[in-house]
């Protein structure tokens, strides 16, 4: 069965640090994947996705995400967190084909930042 | 560009009164509209998926007759939620997506639109 694992539910790190989320998937076409942002109260902003090419995509905000078909992970990472990027983080996979091309969400990743 | 939005972001309603939710692409014509719905704390769950001017696909255990979803046309679709119930409370969201030549391409999410029931 399609699925996508967030290891992490809550994490917290401080201002300035370096940022990784984790996302591991299941799926047994060439997936399509995504990272998006949710603040509160709001509904989800794309961050980045990766359909096909280099397996290092670069995204919004200074995110970027690696995908790693050997490891079915696709890992999102910041350099430098800034106080603005606490919010929830969902991954996704989905794919071109089928009849719907529907995304799988991950359960998300709560991301506070420190001061 | 690709932005969506949703009509209210916000709406209270007695139980058993039923609530219409818009939801709109703005700046490109959204073959493919979903809805999904998002308890506190927790991540999305499709409810349906509708393509313009066909009956939508609803995921197992989503009653279609008490989610009524229309896609009219391509740049707008609505949920309504008939005779709601407190139970029904709850943060729903809609994406659309714009579908090239049969590729399904990303989706954009709205801003969601917060249902209480009293």
């Known amino acids: 069965a399609q699925s996508v694992t967030q290891p992490d539910i809550h994490i917290t790190v401080s201002e300035g640090a370096s940022l990784e989320l984790r996302c591991n998937y299941s799926y047994g076409a060439t997936p399509y994947l995504f990272w998006y942002v949710q603040s509160p109260g709001q509904g989800l902003q794309l961050l980045l996705k990766?359909?096909?090419?280099?397996?290092l995509v670069q995204g919004i905000k200074g995110f970027e995400a690696e995908f790693k078909r050997s490891q079915s992970s696709f890992n999102l990472r910041k350099p430098s967190v800034h106080w603005s990027d606490a919010a929830e983080y969902f991954c996704a996979v989905g794919a071109s084909g089928g009849s719907q091309g529907n995304l799988i969400f991950g359960k998300g990743t709560k991301l506070s930042v420190k001061p | 560009g690709a932005v969506v939005s949703q009509h209210p972001s916000r709406v209270i309603c007695k139980s058993g009164t039923s609530v219409k939710i818009e939801c709109r692409s703005l700046d490109f014509q959204a073959t493919t509209m979903f809805w999904y719905r998002q308890f506190p704390k927790q991540s999305l769950m499709l409810m349906a998926t509708s393509n313009e001017g066909s009956k939508a696909t609803y995921e197992q255990g989503v009653e279609k007759d008490k989610f009524l979803i229309n896609h009219a046309s391509l740049t707008l679709s609505t949920l309504t939620v008939t005779s709601a119930h407190p139970e029904d409370s709850s943060f729903y969201i809609c994406?659309?997506?714009?579908?090239?030549?049969?590729?399904?391409?990303?989706?954009?999410f709205g801003p969601g639109t917060r249902l209480t029931v009293l």
């Open positions: 990766y359909f096909s090419g280099d397996t």
């Open positions: 994406s659309a997506r714009w579908d090239k030549a049969g590729r399904k391409d990303t989706q954009y």
